[in-house]
């Protein structure tokens, strides 16, 4: 058994039972399996974590974290306010390398919600990313990126229930969801209501509707009331 500084041990434990939660289940996996994968006695996880519990919740902690550096990493640098956005609906962080097992273990925490510590984790993790989303919308709103018939707020929830739909309907296999027989995309069609963009048909791009905008789906309801 290799010695490691507190900071890596408390890291590789949270990596290796976010291995596990995702294979077996939070119920399934045991502190006992999640000390052998590690190779540590089982009394070394409770140096880190008080329970099975406080190293679930933690590890909910760290996914939400681990979404907002990877979402300021992918903006830096990028300043107009459709493009940001746009990064945002590419990257979802439930199917990603980085997030796929956290996220797969944050969704067991559905038959979890009744304890109250694992309730206020999930729901601030969700809190955390709607605030960062809404935040971006707001920009590409003042910049007339995206219309602002609806609040930032509301269409942020829409991209988080959209991107949660996603990766559950992934994490579940559920073969050609997402797609459409022509290869058109959810995040296309996303992409163009929001911020015109349609780079699933760049090469043969779709007729503008005479008099439209880039957000011609949602400005020409406001046109109507």
Do not use: C
């Not at 010695?3 to 502190?31: C, H, I, M, W």
């Not at 939400?64 to 306010?81: A, K, M, N, S």
């Not at 605030?131 to 920009?139: G, K, L, N, P, S």
Request: charged fraction near 25%.
């Amino acid at each position: 058994m290799s010695r490691l500084p507190a900071a890596k041990r408390r890291e590789q434990l949270l990596d290796v039972a976010a291995e596990l939660f995702s294979v077996r289940g939070y119920a399934g996996a045991t502190t006992a399996q999640i000390a052998k994968v590690a190779g540590i006695t089982e009394p070394i996880i409770y140096r880190h974590f008080k329970s099975k519990r406080d190293l679930f919740v933690a590890l909910i902690e760290r996914t939400g974290r681990q979404t907002l550096e990877q979402w300021e990493h992918d903006l830096e640098g990028v300043d107009d306010p459709g493009t940001r956005l746009a990064k945002i609906i590419d990257e979802n962080p439930m199917v990603s390398q980085i997030g796929r097992n956290g996220y797969r273990v944050l969704l067991q925490s559905i038959s979890e919600v009744e304890d109250p510590l694992i309730h206020k984790a999930v729901s601030d993790h969700m809190t955390r990313l709607h605030a960062f989303i809404t935040r971006e919308i707001e920009r590409a709103q003042e910049a007339h990126k995206v219309t602002s018939r609806f609040s930032a707020g509301v269409i942020a929830w829409v991209l988080v229930n959209v991107g949660m739909g996603y990766g559950v309907l992934t994490a579940m296999n559920v073969p050609g969801h997402g797609f459409d027989a022509s290869g058109v995309h959810v995040k296309d069609v996303l992409g163009r209501i929001l911020v015109g963009r349609d780079h699933a048909n760049e090469k043969k791009p779709a007729p503008e509707v005479p008099g439209s905008d880039k957000n011609e789906i949602f400005e020409h309801e406001e046109g109507q009331g």
